[in-house]
């Protein structure tokens, strides 16, 4: 289980930010935290926390194919990642 | 694919009108792209835009969504020429180096050939590096044809009801080079047993699917045909494995000698395709039928077998037939469905009748959801639950009231003449055919199994070159 911090910058049309979560979840990713935010021009950002055992890099990959998504960046493991104490760890994938 | 979808009027959607269905939310896992169309000015960008998707880089559906009083509104609208489609992702020359490097050092090198290569139109450019390298070829259920069936380099579809000498292969392999296919879980059964000696060369269009299973040891991200053209063997394979391909291409041939009295399925398949004339496409549903396609119908182009595979979607085969049929009139089209299938999508009988497309239907009836009924009797005790349909409706008066000429046989002496009466009938026509309700797929790799774990078959034999 890892926690990944991804910085995504969107079109700001319909559908663009329901589309990378419902992408991030479906992907088996666990959303921990998620705030959007106007960018540069009309453009959105998203900034998400998220907690897998699957790869972060493989994540990016998938967002980056959407149409609405123009850049992906995933931020190194180690970097300043905001822990939800909320959010146990799921039993056998806390390794 | 673009669907274009009416929607309820602008000022309605979100307020649960009559027929409202928030298509665009709906369809957000399934889509490679959508719209809404807001303003009628907008349309044809959005138009030319969703074509671009649609065909370019890795092909993928894209739905517009029309609300009524954008379909039905006025306004002034500039049309703009349609889009150039995308550049294509060209290869990285270190990684074609790398590619290069890792096939030098192959003593037993295979290709694993995907539905990619056909959707790139790069089936000329994969079949000049197959002779040029002379490697054995094995393909997933949508990589058929993209081989000729019978070339000697091909061993065969591999897999879940793949042929024992594709799966042997590909579990003895040191090198496998993986074009334009996923490591679909239908394809390489038991993921961490999946040829676990050999180094991966991955070759896709989607870098999302590099990695996503299976860790490629060198993965070229790129547009097919410029990669292909790049890979160059130092030497040639080795004969030793090419020769243990062979062998095991020919201890694994399918056998068509089967007891029991009823029409044999794989044998009526084979002879189908033995009959065809030049130019013949071949629809399926989903479930045994299919199966039995894929392992006994020869194919010279992959264009020729159309197959719902990852999806596995039954009521695929007719609606996929009437648009093969379409697109190339001057093609023989058959359907082959089965009896859970076709009950699917079998309003479109009306369809081939009021339009007088020509497609034939050769329906395999064994009275059950065949494949599932399969499973429950090997996995489950035969613990039967919801798979017989020996209420069946009687599917030849069914064609003839949708004005669909039918006929119906069950002994194996009629199917020659069946054979030749559904392929030179003029018009639509629906042959018939009960087959015995227990017949089973073999081989199967049961889920969760290793690929050489093949039930009916014999075991794996290890390789030494």
């Known amino acids: 289980m890892m926690n990944q911090t991804l910085h995504i910058r969107l079109r700001n049309v319909e559908g663009a930010v329901i589309r990378a979560l419902g992408l991030i979840e479906r992907r088996g990713y666990s959303l921990d935290n998620c705030t959007v935010s106007q960018a540069q021009g009309d453009d959105r950002r998203m900034e998400v926390g998220v907690r897998s055992s699957r790869p972060g890099d493989l994540l990016k990959r998938q967002l980056e194919r959407l149409h609405d998504v123009l850049h992906v960046e995933l931020l190194p493991v180690t970097a300043n990642h905001k822990h939800n104490p909320h959010i146990r760890p799921l039993q056998g994938e806390n390794k | 694919m673009v669907v274009i979808t009416g929607q309820v009027p602008s000022a309605l959607q979100g307020t649960d009108a009559f027929q409202e269905v928030d298509i665009f939310g709906i369809t957000l896992p399934i889509v490679k792209h959508s719209y809404i169309v807001r303003n009628v000015r907008d349309i044809p960008q959005i138009v030319n835009e969703a074509f671009q998707l649609a065909e370019g880089g890795r092909p993928g559906p894209v739905l517009i969504d029309l609300p009524k009083d954008i379909s039905a509104g006025m306004g002034e609208v500039v049309y703009t020429a349609p889009l150039p489609l995308p550049e294509m992702p060209q290869p990285d020359s270190h990684a074609i180096q790398a590619a290069n490097e890792v096939l030098s050092q192959a003593t037993r090198p295979l290709i694993i050939a995907g539905g990619g290569i056909a959707i790139s139109d790069s089936v000329e450019i994969f079949r000049k590096f197959i002779a040029r390298t002379k490697i054995p070829v094995t393909s997933t259920l949508k990589g058929l044809g993209v081989m000729p069936t019978d070339d000697p380099n091909f061993i065969g579809m591999l897999g879940m009801h793949g042929n024992g000498a594709a799966n ?41 699917e590099i990695s996503k299973l299976r860790k490629a040891d060198v993965a070229i991200v790129s547009e097919l045909a410029p990669a292909l053209e790049g890979i160059q063997l130092r030497d040639e394979v080795s004969t030793t494995w090419c020769g243990q391909c062979a062998g095991w291409k020919k201890e694994f041939a399918w056998r068509y000698d089967a007891p029991g009295e009823g029409i044999y399925a794989p044998r009526l398949l084979r ?31 992959p264009l020729d077998h159309l197959s719902s595979g990852g999806l596995g979607t039954m009521g695929y085969g007719l609606p996929a037939a009437i648009g093969a049929k379409v697109a190339k009139p001057q093609n023989t089209v058959v359907c082959v469905s089965g009896d859970g299938s076709i009950m699917m999508n079998i309003q479109e009988l009306a369809t081939l009748n009021r339009y007088k497309i020509d497609v034939k239907i050769l329906l395999l009836d ?31 008066g069914v064609a003839r009231a949708f004005g669909i000429q039918a006929r119906s046989i069950r002994q194996p002496e009629a199917v020659h003449d069946a054979i030749h009466w559904l392929l030179n009938t003029e018009g639509a026509a629906m042959l018939h055919v009960a087959i015995d309700s227990m017949e089973n797929v073999w081989p199967l790799v049961p889920p969760g199994k290793a690929n050489h774990m093949m039930m009916k078959s014999v075991p794996l034999k290890e390789v030494k070159t």
């Open chain 2, 168 to 208: 042997h292969a590909v579990q003895n392999c040191d090198v496998l080079m993986v074009v334009g296919a996923r490591f679909d879980d239908r394809a390489t059964g038991h993921l961490a047993s999946f040829a676990q000696s050999a180094r991966i060369i991955h070759l896709d269009i989607d870098a999302a």
């Open chain 2, 271 to 301: 002879d189908l395709t033995r009959a065809k004339t030049e130019g013949m496409t071949i629809t399926c549903d989903v479930g045994q039928h299919q199966m039995w396609v894929a392992q006994h119908c020869s194919f010279d182009n």
């Open chain 2, 366 to 396: 064994n009275s059950a959801l065949g494949l599932v009924r399969q499973w429950q009797e090997i996995f489950f005790d035969g613990n039967y639950s919801e798979v017989h349909l020996d209420d069946n409706p009687d599917f030849a």
